[in-house]
C-alpha cells in the first residue's frame, strides 16, 4: 500500500488522536501489545508536523518505549474488540505473533524518537511513526458504539489511578460514569471488556472503600 511518491501509506483515515493497539517485539522474541495515541499531522498538541509526519508519545518506563528504542518500531493495528484493546492497555500482553485476529487493518512502523520531557514526574517520548508497510484485513460498516467509547476512555482513567497528579476521586467518578455507560450502550463483549478493567484494577472496591472512609 504505497501513497504519493511510492512511500508507504496508513491504511486508514487518522483524524485527531487515533487510539491503537501496537506489537513491539521485546528481547524474549514475543510481541508486546499496548494502546497507543497516533495523532494525526495538524494535531495542535503536536509540534511542526507540516511533512505530514503521525506522531505518539510513550510515557513512562514502558515496554513499548524500551522495544522502540531497541528494535526500532514495531506494528500498529486498529482492532474492533473491546477486550482486546483492554488488555493491550491495562495487562501485560504478550504474543508469538504481532497482529491480532480482531486488527482489521495494520501498518508497520519506523519510530524515531524526536522529544522527549517531564511532566507530573513522569517522563514522556514523542516519536514520529513512518509506515514501511500496510495491509487492510477486513472492510466493513462503521458503526458507533458508546459502549466502546467508554471503554477505551475508561482505560485512560484507569491508568491514572496512581498518578500522584491526577485526583482519585475525579478518576472514581469517571470510571463510575463509563460503566453505566457501558451498561446501558455496550454489547456483550464491551461489558467482558469492562469487567476486565474491574478486576485489573480493583477500582470499585477502592473506590467503595474510599467512601466509607470519608464518613
Given at each position: 500500500?504505497?501513497?504519493?511518491?511510492?512511500?508507504?501509506?496508513?491504511?486508514?483515515?487518522?483524524?485527531?488522536?487515533?487510539?491503537?493497539?501496537?506489537?513491539?517485539?521485546?528481547?524474549?522474541?514475543?510481541?508486546?501489545?499496548?494502546?497507543?495515541?497516533?495523532?494525526?499531522?495538524?494535531?495542535?498538541?503536536?509540534?511542526?508536523?507540516?511533512?505530514?509526519?503521525?506522531t505518539a508519545t510513550t510515557?513512562?518506563?514502558?515496554?513499548?518505549?524500551?522495544?522502540?528504542?531497541?528494535?526500532?518500531?514495531?506494528?500498529?493495528?486498529?482492532?474492533?474488540?473491546?477486550?482486546?484493546?483492554?488488555?493491550?492497555?491495562?495487562?501485560?500482553?504478550?504474543?508469538?505473533?504481532?497482529?491480532?485476529?480482531?486488527a482489521d487493518a495494520w501498518?508497520?512502523?519506523?519510530?524515531?524518537?524526536?522529544?522527549?520531557?517531564?511532566?507530573?514526574?513522569?517522563?514522556?517520548?514523542?516519536?514520529?511513526?513512518?509506515?514501511?508497510?500496510?495491509?487492510?484485513?477486513?472492510?466493513?460498516?462503521?458503526?458507533?458504539?458508546?459502549?466502546?467509547?467508554?471503554?477505551?476512555?475508561?482505560?485512560?482513567?484507569?491508568?491514572?489511578?496512581?498518578?500522584?497528579?491526577?485526583?482519585?476521586?475525579?478518576?472514581f467518578d469517571r470510571l463510575?460514569?463509563?460503566?453505566?455507560?457501558?451498561?446501558?450502550?455496550?454489547?456483550?463483549?464491551?461489558?467482558?471488556?469492562?469487567?476486565?478493567?474491574?478486576?485489573?484494577?480493583?477500582?470499585?472496591?477502592?473506590?467503595?472503600?474510599?467512601?466509607?472512609?470519608?464518613?
Amino acid at each position: 500500500m504505497t501513497g504519493d511518491g511510492g512511500r508507504v501509506a496508513w491504511p486508514v483515515e487518522l483524524r485527531g488522536v487515533t487510539e491503537s493497539v501496537v506489537a513491539t517485539l521485546g528481547p524474549n522474541d514475543l510481541w508486546n501489545f499496548a494502546a497507543l495515541g497516533l495523532h494525526a499531522p495538524g494535531d495542535s498538541d503536536e509540534p511542526d508536523d507540516s511533512d505530514g509526519t503521525v506522531t505518539a508519545t510513550t510515557w513512562g518506563n514502558t515496554r513499548t518505549r524500551r522495544n522502540f528504542h531497541r528494535q526500532g518500531g514495531g506494528v500498529v493495528q486498529f482492532v474492533t474488540d473491546p477486550l482486546d484493546f483492554v488488555e493491550a492497555a491495562m495487562t501485560i500482553r504478550e504474543e508469538p505473533s504481532p497482529v491480532l485476529d480482531s486488527a482489521d487493518a495494520w501498518a508497520e512502523v519506523e519510530a524515531t524518537q524526536v522529544g522527549s520531557g517531564e511532566d507530573g514526574g513522569t517522563r514522556w517520548e514523542r516519536w514520529e511513526l513512518r509506515p514501511v508497510d500496510a495491509a487492510v484485513e477486513s472492510t466493513r460498516p462503521f458503526t458507533i458504539n458508546r459502549g466502546f467509547g467508554a471503554v477505551v476512555d475508561a482505560t485512560v482513567a484507569a491508568s491514572r489511578l496512581d498518578v500522584p497528579t491526577f485526583d482519585t476521586d475525579v478518576l472514581f467518578d469517571r470510571l463510575a460514569y463509563f460503566a453505566e455507560t457501558v451498561e446501558k450502550c455496550g454489547g456483550p463483549r464491551e461489558r467482558e471488556a469492562f469487567e476486565r478493567i474491574d478486576e485489573v484494577t480493583g477500582w470499585r472496591e477502592r473506590a467503595s472503600q474510599r467512601r466509607n472512609e470519608s464518613f
